[in-house]
C-alpha cells in the first residue's frame, strides 16, 4: 500500500468509528414482504431484515421492466419530508426520483430513514405526529447522542444494509450497486460511499459544500450533527474516501442552507485526489434552482457511471 493508501485507510475507520459503524453488517440481510396501506402504484413494499436487528427497516422497492433492466441497482435515500413516499410520489424537493432511476433501467431501493414516515418516534401515548412531513429528528439525534453515537450513523448503517440486500436480487448485478440521496439523504449517501468501498458509484445532491460554510454557519437540523469530524473531516476529506470510484456532485446555484462558493471550492479539491487514484474524474452539475433535487443531469450521470 502507498503512503496515501494508508492514510485513506486511517481516515475510513476514523469515520466509521465517529459514526458507530464499528462492526461489520452481519450475513443474511434480505428483503421481506411488508404490508403497507400506502404503497404508491408500482413500488412493492418491503423490508430489510438484519439477522440480530431490531426489527425491520420498511422500504420501497421498484424494478423496472425486464426489457429495460441494466443490472445496475439504487439505493435511494430522502432527505427531511415524508420519507420514501416523497422519492414514489412528486413533491417539492425529490420529485418521484425513484421512478425517473427505474426508467433508466435501475432497481431501486428506498429504505426509510428514522425520523421520517414510519419511523418517527412517538409521542407520548404512542401517538404520531399528525403531520405526514413532520420528522422527530430533535428527539432522535438526542436519543442517539446521550448513548454516544450520531443519529447519522444509524442512518448510514440501515442504508448500507439496503445495498447488501440489493446484491441479494436475482435481477441485480452485486457489483454495480449504487446510492443517491438529496440534502440529508446526500449526506447518508455521501458518507456510506465513503465508508463502504463496495458502493459502486454515488450521486450527492443538495448537501456537498463544507462544514464551515453550512452547518456550522447556518441553522440546520441537528441530525446532521457527528461529533469530531471537525478539524480532520471536512467535506471534501469524506469525500476523497470515495475515490476512486465514480462520485456526481449536484446543487444549486441558490441554495440558501449549502451556499454554492464552499461547494465549488471544495469540489476543486477533488480533482487531484480522483487524479491520483486514476479513476474518473468526479462531476459537479449546478442547477439554477435553490434546495432542490431534481437529477435533471445528474441521474443520467450516475446511470452512466454504474
Not at 461489520?24 to 414482504?33: K, N, S, Y
Not at 424537493?93 to 432511476?101: G, S, T
Not at 425520523?115 to 418517527?120: I, K, L, Q, V
Request: aromatic share 4%; hydrophobic share 45%.
Amino acid at each position: 500500500m502507498t503512503a496515501a493508501d494508508v492514510a485513506a485507510s486511517a481516515s475510513r475507520d476514523r469515520l466509521r468509528a465517529l459514526l458507530g459503524l464499528t462492526e461489520e453488517t452481519p450475513d443474511g440481510v434480505h428483503l421481506a414482504p411488508r404490508p403497507d396501506e400506502r404503497t404508491p402504484d408500482g413500488a412493492e413494499s418491503v423490508e430489510i431484515r438484519v439477522p440480530g436487528g431490531e426489527g425491520g427497516v420498511p422500504a420501497f422497492l421498484l424494478r423496472p421492466e425486464p426489457a429495460r433492466a441494466s443490472g445496475a441497482a439504487v439505493v435511494l435515500v430522502a432527505g427531511h419530508g415524508r420519507g420514501i413516499d416523497d422519492l414514489v410520489e412528486p413533491d417539492g424537493y425529490h420529485d418521484a426520483l425513484a421512478r425517473k432511476l427505474v426508467a433508466a433501467g435501475m432497481t431501486v431501493l428506498c429504505p426509510e430513514m428514522i425520523s421520517f414516515g414510519r419511523r418517527r418516534f412517538a409521542r407520548p401515548g404512542g401517538a404520531v405526529p399528525e403531520d405526514p412531513a413532520e420528522s422527530t429528528c430533535g428527539i432522535d439525534a438526542a436519543r442517539h447522542l446521550l448513548r454516544g453515537t450520531p443519529v447519522m450513523g444509524a442512518r448510514v448503517a440501515d442504508a448500507r444494509a439496503a445495498a447488501q440486500a440489493l446484491r441479494t436480487l436475482p435481477d441485480v448485478d452485486p457489483q454495480r450497486v449504487g446510492v443517491a440521496g438529496g440534502s440529508g439523504g446526500g449526506a447518508v449517501a455521501l458518507l456510506l460511499a465513503a465508508v463502504d468501498p463496495s458502493i459502486a458509484a454515488s450521486l450527492v445532491a443538495t448537501y456537498f459544500s463544507s462544514f464551515a460554510a453550512s452547518i456550522a454557519s447556518i441553522r440546520h437540523c441537528p441530525c446532521n450533527i457527528v461529533p469530531g469530524l471537525l478539524p480532520e473531516l471536512e467535506m471534501a476529506d469524506i469525500a476523497a474516501l470515495v475515490a476512486p470510484r465514480p462520485l456526481v456532485i449536484e446543487a444549486g446555484e441558490q441554495d440558501p442552507i449549502f451556499p454554492i462558493g464552499a461547494t465549488r471550492e471544495a469540489f476543486a479539491a477533488l480533482g487531484p485526489v480522483w487524479e491520483a487514484t486514476g479513476g474518473p474524474a468526479p462531476q459537479l452539475v449546478v442547477e439554477e434552482g435553490g434546495h432542490a433535487f431534481r437529477g435533471a443531469r445528474s441521474l443520467e450521470l450516475l446511470a452512466a457511471r454504474l
